[in-house]
Nanobody
Framework: QVQLVESGGGLVQPGGSLRVSCEAF????????MKWYRQSPGQERELVAG????????NYAPFAMGRFTISRDNNKNMVYLEMTDLTPEDTAVYYC???????????WGQGTQVTVST
């Protein structure tokens, strides 16, 4: 079965850190650009970070720059988002997206909830 599965979300205090992970099943992540998105209640889904298929090019949303780090391990079929210095404004469901390099469908995970609160 083809799917992306996120994990690692949870409750963290302001100023804390958290790493969320995304694992691919049924397909090879090496053929995809990978992105993390997030969506807060009442807000549109927004891009957090993206990484090319071999990891050579990375981009971040302005709010993520300097605090978040996207990485990937194609041997493990995994993508990660390390988040530091978290604020309540980072509270959202974080989604993993696989965007094919050469045609074909893109895939979304089911999301993992990150809550930043005291």
């Amino acid at each position: 079965q083809v799917q992306l599965v996120e994990s690692g979300g949870g409750l963290v205090q302001p100023g804390g850190s958290l790493r969320v992970s995304c694992e691919a099943f049924g397909f090879t992540l090496a053929n995809f650009r990978m992105k993390w998105y997030r969506q807060s209640p009442g807000q549109e889904r927004e891009l957090v970070a993206g990484i090319t298929s071999a990891g050579g090019n990375i981009n971040y949303a302005p709010f993520a720059m300097g605090r978040f780090t996207i990485s990937r391990d194609n041997n493990k079929n995994m993508v990660y988002l390390e988040m530091t210095d978290l604020t309540p404004e980072d509270t959202a469901v974080y989604y993993c997206n696989a965007d094919p390099v050469i045609g074909g469908p893109e895939y979304w995970g089911q999301g993992t909830q990150v809550t930043v609160s005291t």
